[in-house]
């Protein structure tokens, strides 16, 4: 979870000087949930360290590509990560056998008045405006999002034509954005 | 095609954060947000926001050796250093094992007041180890004891849920030197009894842990998955 309290950017910012500690601390803040993330993407815990593994490196390498001008520093070392993870999945080229059911359930999770309002409390911007899309097009968003799914991965899983999928992914984006920036 | 228009673009980077795109519109994108600062900060935004999904999952404890796997790809730690055998030695050595810890030791006094727990006049060295959950000294989960016979004897204090696609996974470690070595598979909450030769000869200090593995235990010769529990042989009588 993130902690408000930690200066991911100041962090990397040190990790950039070499500041080995700085490193070690963003470590111990982060690899748990990152690891979290990887295992769900590539559903194998030994591929998802050897993943984490390699983003960590990454993160310490190009710490001073970072600029804070540019968006938040949590937000830049998961991009790392997942494109480690999504690259790893590619490569594989099979899909590993997963339990869906948190998917499924996020997917069905629709729009209550209750939620919405939690929701923006705790500044959850995003499940707000992922709850208030139609499950068609936020189910296909998760499965990308969780299982790193393609195009025709999501088409084949759901059963549904490739050209649909691409439309619904396409409009849901857009929705999500509208409602994001709004 | 990259669109000019900014919505439209803002959702093609959207598409190619979560990894939709495929070549070459791909590598478009990619190009695109190396070089617009506009681009660079879309793609952030959205994985800003996504954060919020991974942070829906529960974390997950790294194993205690990919903290030196990383250090050592850092070249943090000398060259010679860079086997399984030491990194296991380094979290031997760094992690304040030893300070397990009174708890565990008033645990073990306890014990060795249990019968069955000690075996009668012990014709060589008996040893216990009281394996607990990693940093927390208030939760031992199983005892380890190796009579004078040099029997061991693994008994379980809880009864833990395993996930039934995985297994735990018995370990012990001599001299970081050699690296861990398996004792093999363990039924969680079910203990197991190990001949004196597939146990060899134990020596205080020995670290004895119990790690969670893919099911039929772990693909290497080393633990991948995290520890459970884990704690040291102490000696308890010697003739």
Redesign the interface.
Known sequence: ??DSEFDYEGTLEACARGD?GAF?RL?QRE???M???A??LLG???Q??DC??DA??KV?HNADRFDR????G???I??IL?YRA?NQLRSRGRLVDTDDGFIEQ?ADDSAQAEDIASDQSEG????RCLRQLERPRRHP??L???R?L??EQIASRLTTPLGTIKGR??AG??A??EC?QA | MIPEAIEPRRALIGEYVLGLLEEPEASEVRELIAQDRDAARMALEWEQHLLELADELPPQTPSLVLWERVQQSLGWTPASQATAADAFAGWWNNLGLWRLTSGALALLVLLSWLPGVMRDAPSSASFTAVLQVPGESAKPGWVVTVDGDGTLNLQSLVADQIPANQSVQFWTLIDPKDGPRSLGLIEPGKGTTLSAEQIGAVQAGQLFELTLEPEGGSPLNRPTGPVLYIGRAVLIASN
């Open positions: 979870m993130a080995k070690q470590y690899a748990g949930q690891l979290g993330l295992i769900t194998r815990r030994d998802a360290e984490l593994h960590l490196v310490w001008s540019l968006g938040q949590r937000a830049w998961y991009s997942r999504l996020m959850r911007e995003l499940r968003i998760l990308a999002f969780y790193g393609t195009h992914i396409r984006l857009r999500l954005q994001l």
